[in-house]
């Protein structure tokens, strides 16, 4: 039998994992467009359709792929398999995402393209829907899975931060510093690298990790038990504080940009500022872990909340005078509600899967997982286009921004700053997240889910399975149990034989 690995190894291993996602999409942000746009001379609107398909199929992929690593049953465990399955997509797919070997016409560009991106897609989900599944199989303590989660956080952030920089470095290295056709090698080379780095990170993960052994055979699943974790009480709080904060985290990073370029008129000061929200939401994040462990996993958001919702109010006071050491000052500010936001919410998530066991005696993290992930970015495509219709209801074309602002260094901001696009760009900034974020806030001032509630949670599992009851439990864990799940005892036994009977 193998030697389990220590703690702090299966913490570096888990957290590997997270340089793909931390890393790989902000690539794709900042530089996939304009590669297809400038480099490979596609039109603007074939490779908007080319982003649409492929999160469209994406997103259809992630419960499907939640539901396959649940029913897994293999001698490398039902998740860590894909980990190892995933290395070879997860490189073939970055690289193909940059590279069209040679063609040269626009319809089989259009086409190469669009199976790229969902090939990257489809590797994306094979190796992250599992991973957001394993934790709780790795460690039931409820402090330990923040702690888990802290050094998972602090890769993906590190990983971002590298991200926003090799990237463009090894591009203008290798393909010279003009955006266009002649970066194609630069773009080839850093895909490579980064490339390997991805799959490296998932052996690590696949090495490093484990799971817990003899599980019960897989089951049939039926559509109402696609939509059974919605009459989770806990889950559905839980989806109220998670998608209102991812949401507000990719508008504030898709409106950040126009606010420094256009409101403010610092263009060339957007990667300082930027720079100064990456490197101290790594800071905060260790703050808001330890922070965590000694207080709950959502009381990071009680702090970052409302910070980030007074920070936001304070952009409305900006403008081309302000200086930019006051906008660094503010985004400190806004980092320390990210740091507690992508803390919280990821840390959360790995308990819901044990307060549906004690509800339907079933482990489906991975139905929840890939649940989870496709909710996320389904309302992350829906804000994002209703934000591009305001953007266009203001009278801001995103799609020549972005052209001019890549095509060279005359890029003059001051020619999209009218008044009312100006004021409208404020104001948009400013409510959007400050709305979102009190969403946020009202759903994690109504969780239930505490160190003492969970851990009655643990106990009421074990006392179900020894006993057929929560016997072993005394009337304050019943209580907890009652408040986290919604149902009394005979409400809990009474779904676990309509479980045993289905």
């Given at each position: 039998m193998?030697?389990?690995?220590?703690k702090l190894?299966?913490?570096?291993?888990?957290?590997?994992g997270?340089?793909?996602?931390?890393g790989?999409?902000?690539?794709?942000?900042?530089?996939?467009?304009n590669?297809?746009?400038?480099?490979?001379?596609?039109?603007v609107?074939?490779?908007?359709?080319?982003v649409?398909?492929?999160k469209?199929?994406?997103?259809?992929?992630?419960p499907i792929m939640?539901?396959?690593?649940d029913?897994?049953?293999?001698?490398?465990?039902r998740?860590r398999?894909?980990?190892l399955?995933g290395?070879?997509p997860?490189?073939?797919?970055?690289v193909?995402?940059?590279?069209?070997?040679?063609?040269?016409?626009?319809?089989?560009?259009?086409i190469y393209y669009?199976?790229?991106?969902m090939?990257?897609?489809?590797?994306?989900?094979?190796?992250?829907?599992p991973?957001?599944?394993?934790?709780?199989?790795m460690?039931?303590d409820?402090n330990e899975?923040?702690?888990?989660?802290?050094?998972?956080?602090?890769?993906s952030?590190g990983?971002?931060?590298?991200a926003?920089?090799?990237?463009?470095?090894?591009?203008?290295?290798?393909g010279g510093?003009?955006n266009?056709?002649?970066?194609?090698?630069?773009?080839?080379?850093?895909?490579?690298v980064?490339?390997?780095?991805?799959?490296?990170c998932?052996l690590?993960?696949?090495?490093?990790?484990?799971?817990?052994?003899?599980?019960?055979?897989?089951?049939?699943i039926?559509?109402?038990d696609?939509?059974?974790?919605?009459?989770?009480?806990?889950?559905r709080n839980?989806?109220?504080?998670?998608?209102?904060?991812?949401v507000a985290v990719?508008?504030?990073?898709?409106?950040?940009?126009?606010y420094?370029?256009i409101?403010?008129?610092k263009y060339?000061?957007y990667?300082?500022?930027?720079g100064?929200l990456l490197?101290?939401?790594?800071?905060?994040?260790a703050?808001m872990g330890?922070?965590?462990?000694?207080?709950g996993?959502?009381?990071p958001?009680?702090?970052?909340?409302?910070?980030?919702?007074?920070?936001?109010?304070?952009?409305?006071?900006?403008?081309?005078s302000?200086?930019?050491y006051?906008?660094?000052?503010?985004?400190?500010?806004i980092?320390?509600?990210?740091?507690s936001?992508?803390l919280s919410?990821?840390?959360?998530l790995?308990?819901i899967?044990d307060?549906?066991?004690?509800?339907?005696?079933?482990?489906r993290?991975?139905?929840y997982?890939?649940?989870t992930?496709?909710l996320?970015?389904?309302?992350?495509?829906?804000?994002?286009?209703v934000?591009?219709?305001?953007?266009?209801?203001?009278?801001f074309?995103?799609?020549?921004?972005?052209?001019?602002?890549?095509?060279g260094t005359s890029?003059?901001?001051?020619a999209y700053a009218?008044t009312?696009l100006?004021?409208?760009?404020?104001?948009?900034?400013?409510l959007?997240?400050?709305?979102?974020?009190?969403?946020?806030?009202?759903?994690?001032?109504?969780?239930?889910v505490?160190?003492?509630?969970f851990?009655?949670?643990l106990?009421g599992?074990?006392s179900?399975?020894?006993?057929?009851?929560?016997?072993?439990l005394?009337e304050?864990e019943?209580e907890d149990?009652?408040?986290v799940?919604?149902?009394t005892e005979?409400?809990?036994?009474?779904?676990?034989?309509h479980?045993?009977?289905?």
């Amino acid at each position: 039998m193998a030697k389990e690995p220590g703690k702090l190894k299966m913490k570096l291993a888990y957290a590997a994992g997270d340089i793909y996602g931390g890393g790989a999409f902000l690539i794709f942000s900042m530089l996939y467009m304009n590669f297809l746009v400038l480099v490979e001379g596609l039109p603007v609107v074939a490779t908007s359709l080319i982003v649409f398909i492929g999160k469209l199929w994406d997103a259809v992929t992630d419960p499907i792929m939640g539901r396959i690593s649940d029913r897994t049953r293999s001698r490398f465990g039902r998740r860590r398999l894909y980990f190892l399955l995933g290395i070879i997509p997860v490189f073939a797919s970055f690289v193909m995402m940059f590279y069209s070997f040679g063609m040269v016409s626009t319809l089989s560009k259009i086409i190469y393209y669009t199976f790229a991106y969902m090939f990257f897609g489809t590797a994306f989900t094979i190796v992250m829907v599992p991973y957001n599944a394993i934790l709780s199989d790795m460690t039931s303590d409820y402090n330990e899975r923040t702690s888990f989660t802290t050094v998972r956080m602090l890769f993906s952030g590190g990983a971002s931060l590298i991200a926003a920089i090799l990237p463009g470095t090894l591009i203008k290295l290798f393909g010279g510093s003009v955006n266009g056709p002649a970066q194609k090698p630069g773009y080839l080379i850093m895909a490579l690298v980064m490339a390997t780095v991805f799959g490296l990170c998932w052996l690590f993960a696949f090495l490093g990790t484990r799971e817990k052994e003899n599980l019960p055979p897989p089951e049939k699943i039926t559509v109402r038990d696609w939509l059974s974790p919605f009459a989770n009480k806990a889950y559905r709080n839980y989806l109220g504080i998670f998608l209102s904060f991812q949401v507000a985290v990719d508008l504030v990073l898709a409106l950040f940009i126009f606010y420094i370029d256009i409101v403010v008129l610092k263009y060339t000061s957007y990667t300082l500022v930027m720079g100064v929200l990456l490197v101290f939401s790594l800071v905060f994040m260790a703050v808001m872990g330890a922070v965590a462990q000694k207080k709950g996993k959502a009381f990071p958001l009680y702090i970052g909340m409302p910070i980030w919702i007074v920070t936001m109010a304070g952009f409305l006071f900006a403008n081309s005078s302000t200086s930019v050491y006051i906008l660094c000052a503010l985004a400190v500010l806004i980092a320390v509600g990210s740091a507690s936001g992508n803390l919280s919410t990821w840390s959360m998530l790995t308990d819901i899967f044990d307060i549906d066991e004690i509800r339907t005696s079933k482990r489906r993290e991975g139905i929840y997982s890939g649940l989870t992930t496709f909710l996320r970015k389904f309302a992350s495509g829906v804000a994002i286009l209703v934000l591009g219709f305001g953007l266009k209801a203001l009278g801001f074309d995103q799609n020549q921004y972005n052209l001019l602002k890549a095509s060279g260094t005359s890029f003059d901001p001051t020619a999209y700053a009218q008044t009312s696009l100006v004021s409208g760009l404020k104001w948009m900034f400013v409510l959007i997240p400050v709305l979102l974020l009190s969403v946020t806030l009202f759903f994690a001032i109504k969780n239930k889910v505490n160190k003492r509630r969970f851990d009655a949670v643990l106990k009421g599992i074990d006392s179900f399975q020894k006993t057929g009851s929560l016997a072993e439990l005394n009337e304050q864990e019943k209580e907890d149990v009652r408040l986290v799940t919604g149902k009394t005892e005979d409400q809990l036994w009474a779904s676990k034989a309509h479980s045993v009977n289905k």
